[in-house]
């Protein structure tokens, strides 16, 4: 089982940026697909942004052009960056690791965008 641990949440004003991160317990987290969740709506939660092993990356529609999921391989870490964020985007956000039948979810980072 992997052990994820996000960091980077915080307070941020409307209009501004965040980085959060995701450090994984193990040295084969290269080998996962990375992923950002956060609660939604009538869903338990819905993607944010996910990155494959070979670092192909997917978005959410309504996030596209102001989110960037990256990894630093050596580093087991994954990180989602976020700009001209808006009220409703807060949220807690949550880092996840899949690979096959293997899938682990952080205990979360709390963002809130508030003036």
């Given at each position: ?12 004003q409307p209009g ?100």
């Open positions: 089982q992997v052990q994820l641990v996000e960091s980077g949440g915080g307070l941020v501004g940026s965040l980085r959060l991160s995701c450090a994984a317990s193990i040295s084969i987290f290269s080998m996962y697909t990375g992923g950002w969740y956060r609660p939604a709506p009538g869903k338990q939660r819905e993607l944010v942004a996910t990155i494959t092993t070979d670092s192909r990356t997917n978005y959410a529609d309504s996030l596209k052009g102001r989110v960037t999921i990256s990894r630093d391989k050596p580093k087991n870490t994954v990180y989602l960056e976020m700009n001209s964020l808006k009220h409703e985007e807060t949220a807690v956000y949550y880092c996840n690791a899949v690979r096959g039948r293997y899938d682990s979810w952080g205990q979360g980072t709390q963002v809130t965008v508030s003036s």
